[in-house]
């Protein structure tokens, strides 16, 4: 048979190219599905350690280091919608300036932003006070606060429809009016303080929230003073959890993450666990032992809800899931 070199030639040409493009989308889909560190050594610089374009495609994104008010600006500017964002590992610095969360395009006086301190408006959709047609943006879908915040500022989270959970942590002991006002879709608190944090000076904290299906996970015998606390009692769902280790219950995250899921979630443990999923009639689906923070893959299942078992050495838990 007789072929002509010069087709032949340009038929393997195209076929590498098309392969190299091939190539390139799987490599692009492998990165963009890894989680992505980053460390900020001075407050006011996270667009120096990640660039905009990247902060609007990553989906899930551990800081540390230390913020401020700008740093928190433009996050909400930025982050993609439906991100995981771990801030645990983040020390939040005092600043004052016309940079920050809370300036209107107006201002003219530098606003002072306290260290500790979720700041005011940090990821609110709609910031009341702004000129007309001032663009915001939708948030993560789970927020991990940082370990050292003292405070959540008045509508830090305000009107932010896609968060579906949140963690904060023991050492937050004030939390400002309508924080989490217009949250209509969030579905899990983690709150770790042993004793329900005072909001008689803080209305409407939860104003818009689900609170007949959304779940409030507290310590370990705290629930009772949860249920007749200001504001807090209006959960329907309250839940003790376990410590997850040895150490104090300060030091807690969530177990299970994110929640609701889509394609997977996260089992927050140390070394071997055995987990089991069973459907809401109590029938098995799904057992298997996993080392670490694993991932599990939920795309077989049907949506619904499920009840996740976690065991090993150190804990023995349920959770209840949902799978969209």
Known sequence: MHYDRSLLILKITVMK???????GLFISMISEAQDTIIYVSSPGTLLTEINPQKLLSVKNLTINGTLDARDF???DQFLAKDSVLNLSGVSIAAYTGLNGTADSLNQVNPITYEANRIPDYAFCVTLYGMPAGTTFYPSSRLIILPESTTAIGKYAFNNCNSLLSVTIP???NTIGTKAFGGCKKLHTIY???NSPIDLSLSPNV?????????ILYVPQGSKLAYQSAYQWKA???IV??????INSIFDMKPLLYPNPAKESFYINSEGVSVIEIY?????LIMSKSINGKESIATNNLPTGMYIVKISNKNILNTERIIIK
């Open 235 to 237: 959960f329907i769902n």
């Open 191 to 193: 709150c770790y303080a």
């Open 73 to 75: 600006n433009q996050l």
């Open 17 to 23: 190219k098309q392969l190299l493009f091939i190539l």
């Open 240 to 245: 003790e959890i376990m410590p997850t280790s």
């Open 170 to 172: 023991a050492s937050v």
């Open 279 to 283: 459907a809401l009639n109590g029938t």
């Open 206 to 214: 939860f104003e818009g929230v689900d609170t007949v299906n959304c």
